[in-house]
T-cell receptor, first 113, second 115 residues
């Protein structure tokens, strides 16, 4: 298996622009997580899905952030409009329902200038 | 509010010696704990875990200790090797009666093993 696949690996955008991050979880995994890594907060859970349904989005920082999972093999995290303080590395992870171990993608480094 | 805390941002150890990374948590409902390792420009990878019904789990050079009364866990690496140099994240999950166990992570500790 190729593991969790995220795209793009790097994204540089101007403030105010819309940014869409993409994730393909491991086939067969039914839980998907979006995390953001910052120096201050470490790996911060933004939102997670179970069987394509959002379970907890309490970590989403603002209404500018939204996430979707239209099917079991694809999820997006959208920021609209983006701001410089959104600059961070965003990780997607997946796991088998009921399991504790999550598998991470390589992340998307987002820079908003 | 950080439910999982790693109070040491960095640690430097000589090759061959023991590395001890510490983690504290506040939520008594956490019932499973994990350590992840992260190299630059890569995603975190699972290293070792422990259930709350145990106080020790060992896997080769890596041992995790859990002290539930103190809400504290530690990761011991012995002997430390230069390839162990990475950021180590402590994580915890709470059984919520559902099918998904979300992981709450700490801020990480950067381990540098000096040759």
């Amino acid at each position: 298996d190729a593991g969790v696949i995220q795209s793009p690996r790097h994204e540089v955008t101007e403030m105010g622009q819309e940014v869409t991050l993409r994730c393909k979880p491991i086939s067969g995994h039914n839980s998907l997580f979006w995390y953001r890594q910052t120096m201050m907060r470490g790996l911060e859970l933004l939102i997670y899905f179970n069987n394509n349904v959002p379970i907890d989005d309490s970590g989403m920082p603002e209404d500018r952030f939204s996430a979707k999972m239209p099917n079991a093999s694809f999820s997006t995290l959208k920021i609209q409009p983006s701001e410089p303080r959104d600059s961070a590395v965003y990780f997607c992870a997946s796991s088998l329902g009921g399991g504790h171990k999550a598998f991470f993608g390589q992340g998307t480094r987002l820079t908003v200038v | 509010d950080q439910q999982v805390k790693q109070n040491s941002p960095s640690l430097s150890v000589q090759e061959g010696r023991i590395s001890i990374l510490n983690c504290d948590y506040t939520n008594s409902m956490f019932d499973y704990f994990l350590w992840y390792k992260k190299y630059p420009a890569e995603g975190p990878t699972f290293l070792i875990s422990i259930s709350s019904i145990k106080d020790k789990n060992e896997d080769g050079r890596f041992t995790v200790f859990l002290n539930k009364s103190a809400k504290h866990l530690s990761l011991h690496i012995v002997p430390s090797q230069p390839g162990d140099s990475a950021v180590y994240f402590c994580a915890a999950s709470e059984r919520n009666g559902g099918a998904t166990n979300k992981l709450i992570f700490g801020t990480g500790t950067l381990l540098a093993v000096q040759p």
